[in-house]
């Protein structure tokens, strides 16, 4: 069993993997132990802070072992990638890989003999999703009937809260003005808007007056950094994206939870005081990566 997006894994695996979460984050000393002996290995293509610290740490809370590798020094970029896939999996006994393709995520499962983790492509952040439902249903007691509220840019992170939404019954309103071209996944869309799990709608106000939750992330995905034409592309995104900012003139008088993967842009995608409003959830979701990487590594690896 893989994880390269949650469109692939059934309502039962989700919501177990959630409700582990939460078992592990109130008595995570019951785990020690139970992936003694066992490696991940960690493959990066992009940086990272919650994903590798989450891996790293979470392996050894768990008894194991957490390789960490920068793609750049390896020999993945001289050979083939399915190759070098296939012999790392013949090592370790878990694979994370945060690859900037997903086509590259979807041939890397291909060949790997041992379970894989798909960290973030361009497309899908499925391990950041199943933080999230652990973070709804610790703040709001539940996942079905919850109304969440996607502002910004269509992206990665969006794309995954839709797939892992629709499976366990949560309904996802975006208010985005663009798709990342790469993100863009009609097939998902269709799925979830034809199970009455999704909608896009313009009306930025409805759309946070009729929430359980509210939540953004950067208008620029990593994988634009290495883009000759990222400073223009960051200008105009910048003025696109501005009116879709969550701050205290959108939320003001609303009941609701705010939720951000992280990093935050402070003062774009997000009012930096937002980030400690008493209606945040941030650093509690941050904080549930953990909870969240331990019992999905321990699901894939049968434990
Ligand atoms: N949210 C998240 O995946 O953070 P990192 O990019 O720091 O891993
Ligand atoms: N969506 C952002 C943040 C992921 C943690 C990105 O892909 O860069």
């Known amino acids: 069993m893989h994880l390269v997006t949650l469109k692939d894994w059934s309502t039962a695996d989700i919501n177990d993997t959630v409700d582990r979460s939460l078992a592990i984050k109130r008595n995570s000393s019951a785990y020690a132990n139970t992936m003694s002996g066992q490696t991940l290995a960690m493959l990066f293509q992009k940086t990272s802070t919650r994903t590798r610290c989450a891996g790293e740490i979470g392996m050894t809370q768990l008894g194991g072992h957490a390789m960490y590798m920068d793609w750049r020094n390896t020999n993945f970029g001289l050979a083939d990638l399915g190759d070098e896939v296939r012999v790392l999996s013949r090592y370790a006994d878990l694979l994370m890989v945060r690859f900037i393709e997903n086509t590259d995520v979807e041939r890397a499962a291909e060949v790997s003999e041992v379970p894989l983790m798909n960290g973030c492509c361009n497309r899908y952040h499925p391990m950041q999703a199943l933080a999230d439902l652990m973070t709804i249903k610790e ?107 969550l701050n205290y003139g959108l939320l003001e008088g609303l009941d609701l939870r705010i939720m951000h993967c992280l990093p935050a842009h402070r003062g774009y995608e997000i009012e930096g005081e937002m980030l400690d409003d008493p209606r945040s959830v941030i650093f509690a979701q941050a904080e549930n990566r953990l909870h969240g990487q331990k019992a999905l590594m321990l699901k894939l690896a049968g434990r």
């Not at 995954?160 to 071209?181: D, Q």
């Not at 799990?197 to 994988?223: G, K």
């Open 139 to 245: 703040a709001c007691g539940r996942l079905e009937g919850i109304r969440l509220t996607y502002v910004g840019v269509m992206n990665n992170v969006c794309n995954s809260l839709i797939a892992a939404g629709y499976k366990v019954g949560m309904h996802v309103t975006t208010v985005a003005p663009e798709i990342n071209p790469a993100a863009e996944d009609h097939e998902l869309y269709a799925a979830a808007q034809s199970a009455g799990l999704m909608e896009r709608s313009d009306d930025l106000r409805m759309a946070v007056e009729r929430c359980d939750v509210v939540y953004t992330d950067t208008w620029i995905d990593m994988e634009y950094f290495t883009d000759p034409a990222y400073s223009e592309e960051k200008e105009r995104r910048i003025r696109l994206f501005k009116p879709y900012q």
